[in-house]
């Protein structure tokens, strides 16, 4: 609290009289400090006086239980402005060296298109917007999703695709688990072909355990043993064939099983798609529709399945209905599936998903059109099949005939797979080492013919003359076989064939940011996910090069400045929550969730403690955690909560003793999602520890914590972070998310690994197809850290509290707050009760909301 | 033939050995707009209790219990292509299944429409 009164004051004091200022208020290394918070010292003294307070300190004394309080402040680099911020971090991304990629395995350079680039993934109009809960306030949006969906749909030749998913390799999972809803073979075994991406394959090993599924792999189209109830396909593979698995399928959705299919967006403009092969679910990312690699994301991914799988399908999908004038509006549709509703009988935990990189694929698609992306990817396909017709003439013909982007070649030992790659790298390129001798190499977008010489380079021996170009590339052709190139249409609707110029992208761009509501134009007062500034300073470094384009999977010490941030902001967010280690893998709140309840599941294996399976979640819990509970195998009992919203205490410990052989965890969120911090919370943490069972803290409310409790030091054992809520990642309109996953020390070792940083151990596994999952919005959080400091950060949270507490104050007298703590305040959000409001006027709490 | 209720909002119309479901009028006017029913097996064994299907409504989803155990002789087919059926008539056109009764035991333990009544008053 000193810092920012500091900072106002010697703002003051240096523009009074030169003589009286310090070094330090002429350098103000706060000065983000109350850009951030807004509130002036002026406003803050008048809102402590309305509702009777001395100060902020004086507040959060009478609100925050004595128990909980930190033990001491958190252990920050003190703030620094924005410019030192910025220089600071752009040393740190100049570790990360940007060679070009040819790695590929799911992540393909791309080239934003400039319009997008400015007006949608760089325009605050987009990437501040909420989720669009409210239809009204999220209209372009919702018809850029449409598009998305629409997009999916065609390319993949299937009904209906929903809004997006996290990654392909969690998209991979969840439909894993929506044939296993679907179909009606008894069978618990998952077949997993060996052309499927391994990232992918690991997500679905993580996801399968709890749920007691069996995963196999099977190479390429055999008879299967024993029943399954689905197999996963990659099409085209991960070395690049294209294969003809029509007969195959069919014989095996004869039994009775469902076919997956893992598909790349793009090749599908060239490819007969899955929709026309018997597909039953497709999945895929469109990261290469315009989304910068970034290590591994953010990144739409997507699920398209047949129609009488659509109750059962994860996810969001935007529906066209029409308003009260009878037009046509866009609105949320089929929600019931959800967890919000259904809670542990959701579908899936899925909620944020990756709606702002799901709206620049769908642009790109709107920008390019059929033709456009027709046009590249036949570019792409060319390329690769001159770069094979030389690697042939050099002796190094491909393992497959057939191919779209790419190819993979045995060099025949690990030291000749090691010289080309090394060689690639010396010429600033990266290739993909798989199987010790084998070379990957993926074109892309990016490609050019002198990407094509520089490969046969690589792979020339010393005395080989490299091809002539036009000895190998009379014409262009490509190595899709014939039976396989698409005949059907696709991407035929006006909206993909209208907007070519840039002055059509951008007025359309334009008119749909003008219909939804974002931060750029008001607040958005929602509950938990309490919106922040976005700042701009943050935003800035997620598109300089060093983050946005490289490859997760380029060799480690080509991305040692994300190695760098990821160890400084695991230590501050530590600082920030109490506990001993995190991972920043998980790519949303849920999936943070999960992989915590999945944690705390290892740990007990691991001490005899396996057969723990009941996790206590009280009944004012958010629907997210009754439904990663389900998915970690766990059997949920529900808790009652008191007429005050708080747990009810004798409740909770009669479930405790019930369950005391079997309790695994309990789930709580703090400050409640009522608003209240409950002062029994530190008891209720020893009580279930004295019953063998884990804590979870929900992160959702750590807007009214940081800087003054920290989970880890008033009992949790593990919680996770929404970086998208506390830590001023935007929300995008509905994603990406970030949601690390923070354990207390002896848990620390069962924390997710990743096959990219090696395998075995304790960890529990994949939880995100990349190892830092959304990294490229990770310096968003960098930033927010490192210009607030520990005042800074400690300030915006007591500012929360005052205003909520002055908000509830000043409306007391005509719309009461529901759920207060016994001296009558709240935490940082504040539930009011419209009903008297109703009864007397008939207006309802959701005309006052829009109105 | 008077009907019985369980706690979950099902009626029961017993019939010999045999039995009719559907949900009561309390439980569609609390559902709302019911755009999807999702019905049980035919021939498909289910215990007192269990999950048979669900029904959905603009605003939520619920899950049908099995109000005393048998075995599933007929659903409706007319309330799956017409789910407001179970709006429009609950108790008559929109019921959900017919069942062989296990244990016939079992149906004097559900409620009379008085006990109903007062139990959703």
């Known amino acids: ?851 | 033939m008077s009907l019985l209720y369980t706690a979950d909002h099902e009626w029961v119309s017993n019939d010999n050995g045999s039995a009719v479901v559907g949900i009561t009028h309390h439980a569609q006017d609390a559902l709302g707009d019911v755009v999807f029913v999702e019905l049980p097996e035919v021939g498909k064994t289910f215990a007192q209790g269990e999950v048979t299907g669900v029904v959905e409504s603009v605003k939520a989803a619920a899950d049908v219990f099995m109000p005393v155990s048998g075995v599933i002789m007929e659903v409706n087919e007319a309330l799956r292509d017409n789910p407001s059926l179970a709006n429009t008539d609950p108790q008559g056109e929109g019921w959900f299944f017919k069942v062989r009764l296990s244990d016939p035991g079992q149906l004097t333990a559900l409620m009379d429409e008085a006990a109903y009544q007062a139990m959703t008053a």
């Open chain 1, 1 to 851: 609290m000193a810092f920012a009164g500091q900072a106002c004051f010697a703002r003051k004091t240096a523009m009074r009289t030169s003589t009286a200022a310090t070094w330090s208020a002429l350098e103000n290394p706060q000065e983000f400090i109350a850009r951030h918070i807004g509130l002036s010292q002026e406003d803050e003294a008048h809102m402590l006086s309305t509702i009777g307070e001395a100060s902020r300190e004086s507040l959060i004394a009478g609100i925050v239980p004595a128990n909980i309080r930190r033990s001491a402040p958190m252990d920050l680099p003190p703030a620094i402005g924005e410019a030192a911020a910025l220089t600071e971090l752009r040393a740190m991304a100049a570790h990360n060296r940007v060679l070009k990629s040819f790695i590929g395995q799911g992540y393909y350079g791309t080239h934003t298109p400039g319009v997008i680039l400015r007006n949608i993934l760089e325009n605050p109009a987009w990437y501040t917007a909420y989720t669009p809960y409210q239809a009204e306030i999220s209209q372009g949006r919702m018809e850029a999703l449409v598009n998305f969906q629409t997009m999916v749909c065609d390319l993949t030749a299937m009904p209906i695709a929903n809004a997006s998913m996290l990654d392909e390799a969690t998209a991979a999972a969840e439909a894993m688990t929506l044939a296993r809803r679907s179909v009606k073979v008894a069978s618990n075994i998952f077949y997993v072909d060996d052309q499927v991406l391994p990232q992918t394959l690991a997500v679905i090993r993580t996801r399968a355990q709890p749920l007691g599924i069996e995963v196999r792999i099977c190479e390429g189209p055999q008879a299967l043993e024993g029943e399954s109830f689905a197999v996963l396909l990659q099409y085209p593979g991960l070395d690049g064939v294209v294969r003809d698995d029509r007969q195959w399928i069919a014989s095996y959705k004869g039994k009775g099983g469902a076919v997956i299919m893992a598909a790349d967006l793009l090749a599908l403009t060239l490819l007969k798609p899955p929709g026309e092969m018997g597909a039953d679910i497709v999945v895929g990312s469109t990261q290469r529709f315009g989304m910068p690699m970034g290590a591994g994301g953010p990144h739409a991914a997507f699920l398209a399945c047949r129609d009488e799988f659509k109750r059962s399908m994860p996810g969001r999908l935007v529906g066209v209905s029409v308003d009260v004038h009878g037009k046509p509006a866009y609105r949320l549709a089929l929600q019931t599936r959800e967890q919000h509703i259904r809670r542990e009988k959701a579908t899936s935990n899925i909620c944020t998903a990756q709606v702002l990189p799901a709206v620049v694929a769908s642009m790109y698609a709107v920008y390019h059109g059929p033709q456009g992306l027709t046009r590249i990817a036949q570019r792409i396909a060319a390329y690769t099949a001159t770069l094979a017709a030389g690697l042939s003439s050099l002796g190094c013909a491909p393992l497959y005939d057939s191919a779209f982007d790419t190819l993979t070649v045995d060099t025949g030992s690990p030291a000749a797979a090691r010289a080309v790659a090394d060689k690639a790298v010396a010429a600033e390129a990266n290739v993909r080492m798989l199987r010790g001798t084998c070379i990957g190499i993926s074109l892309d977008e990016t490609s050019t013919r002198e990407d094509v010489q520089l490969l046969w380079g690589a792979f020339a021996k010393a005395d080989q003359t490299l091809p002539q170009w036009d000895a190998v590339a009379q014409t262009p052709g490509s190595l899709i076989p014939a039976a396989l190139r698409r005949a059907s249409s696709f991407l035929t609707h006006p909206v993909f064939n209208s907007y070519h110029s840039e002055t059509g992208m951008l007025r359309y761009i334009r008119r749909l940011s003008d219909k939804d509501l974002a931060l750029d134009r008001s607040m958005i007062p929602l509950g938990s996910c309490t919106m922040k500034l976005n700042a701009t300073s943050e935003m800035i470094p997620i598109t300089w090069p060093e983050f946005a384009q490289v490859h997760p999977f380029a060799p480690a010490d080509q991305l040692q400045g994300y190695a760098m941030l990821d160890e400084q902001l695991r230590a501050w967010l530590c600082q920030a929550t109490g506990y001993a280690g995190i991972s920043l893998q998980p790519n949303a709140g849920s999936q943070g969730e999960y992989a915590g309840l999945l944690v705390i599941r290892a740990y007990q294996a691991a001490h005899g403690q396996g057969h723990r399976n009941i996790c206590l979640i009280p009944s004012s819990a958010h629907g997210t955690n009754p439904a990663s509970a389900q998915m970690a195998g766990l059997d949920v009992v529900v808790t009652a909560c008191d007429s005050h919203g708080n747990v009810d205490m004798d409740d909770l410990r009669k479930r405790c003793e019930q369950h005391s052989a079997n309790l695994a965890c309990v789930m709580i969120t703090y400050p409640s999602t009522h608003g209240v911090f409950e002062t029994q919370v530190k008891d209720l943490c020893a009580l279930v520890h004295s019953h063998g069972g884990r804590v979870y803290v929900d992160g959702a409310n750590m807007n009214a914590l940081v800087g003054v409790a920290a989970p880890g030091e008033f009992g949790g054992d593990v919680s996770h972070l929404n970086l998208h809520k506390t830590f001023c990642i935007p929300h995008g309109g509905g994603g990406p998310g970030v949601g690390p996953v923070c354990v207390v020390e002896d848990l620390v070792p069962y924390l997710p690994g990743h096959i990219s940083t090696g395998v075995g151990g304790t960890h529990i596994g994949s939880i995100s197809a990349a190892p830092l999952g959304n990294a490229a919005v990770l310096p968003i959080s960098w930033m927010y850290c490192r210009m607030m400091g520990e005042g800074g950060l400690r300030h915006a949270t007591e500012a929360a509290i005052l205003a909520a507490n002055y908000i509830s104050h000043r409306l007391h007298d005509h719309y009461p707050t529901l759920y207060a703590s016994a001296n009558g305040r709240v935490a940082h959000e504040c539930i009011l009760d419209l009903r008297p409001l109703k009864e007397s006027s008939g207006v309802s709490a959701e005309d006052v909301a829009k109105r």
